[in-house]
T-cell receptor, first 110, second 114 residues
Framework: TQLLEQSPQFLSIQEGENLTVYCNSS?????LQWYRQEPGEGPVLLVT?????EVKKLKRLTFQFGDARKDSSLHITAAQPGDTGLYLC??????????FGSGTQLTVLP | GAVVSQHPSWVICKSGTSVKIECRSL??????MFWYRQFPKQSLMLMAT?????????EQGVEKDKFLINHASLTLSTLTVTSAHPEDSSFYIC??????????FGPGTRLTVT
């Protein structure tokens, strides 16, 4: 069974601060996705990383896939209240199934 | 592109009745769809994988006779919760796979069983 450990589980910061969320596993994934989910809604895909060592940037968000494709990180620069939400990493394995991390609930205070 | 819809967005039903939830990929064909369950402030738990034209594959611990899944076309999968009980109350989310890597999620259905 592939498991993804996500940390931290909860994060409350002030507007303008930087933060990093980590997603770790002992298993290798063919790709890894990051999603953001708001209450009462489905997750929205932010990015997919496929190649070991890959770095992708989406405005103030930077995503990195580990060289061994077992871990990933999400870094947010100058967080804003609009960044508040549940961030989920998910690793793609066989049969197109995703293994989800436990999630990081981010709250950015104005 | 890659829009997935779910209907209804919320439903309240009485204990013992059945409820059907629809999941549609609006602008792409999805040979594979997935059904998840999510409890408050928790991550998504995969219930089953639905492949068009074949039987769904259920995860361990998920009762296939209680959660009936039908994937009759490349754009529609349905989840029927049969003989619902209060413990079935949850947020049910479907997703559709467009590529081997990515899944696109519906907005979810909030089920409350009274």
């Amino acid at each position: 069974t592939q498991l993804l450990e996500q940390s931290p589980q909860f994060l409350s910061i002030q507007e303008g601060e930087n933060l990093t969320v980590y997603c770790n596993s002992s298993s290798v994934f063919s790709s890894l996705q990051w999603y953001r989910q708001e209450p009462g809604e489905g997750p929205v895909l932010l990015v997919t990383v496929v190649t070991g060592g890959e770095v992708k940037k989406l405005k103030r968000l930077t995503f990195q896939f580990g060289d061994a494709r077992k871990d990933s990180s999400l870094h947010i620069t100058a967080a804003q209240p609009g960044d508040t939400g549940l961030y989920l990493c998910a690793g793609a394995g066989s049969a197109r199934q995703l293994t989800f991390g436990s999630g990081t609930q981010l709250t950015v205070l104005p | 592109g890659a829009v997935v819809s779910q209907h209804p967005s919320w439903v309240i039903c009485k204990s013992g009745t059945s409820v059907k939830i629809e999941c549609r990929s609006l602008d792409f064909q999805a040979t594979t769809m997935f059904w998840y369950r999510q409890f408050p402030k928790q991550s998504l738990m995969l219930m089953a994988t639905s492949n068009e034209g074949s039987k769904a594959t259920y995860e361990q611990g998920v009762e296939k006779d209680k959660f009936l899944i039908n994937h009759a076309s490349l754009t529609l999968s349905t989840l029927t919760v049969t003989s619902a009980h209060p413990e079935d109350s949850s947020f049910y989310i479907c997703s559709a796979s467009r590529t081997a890597y990515e899944q696109y999620f519906g907005p979810g259905t909030r089920l409350t069983v009274t």
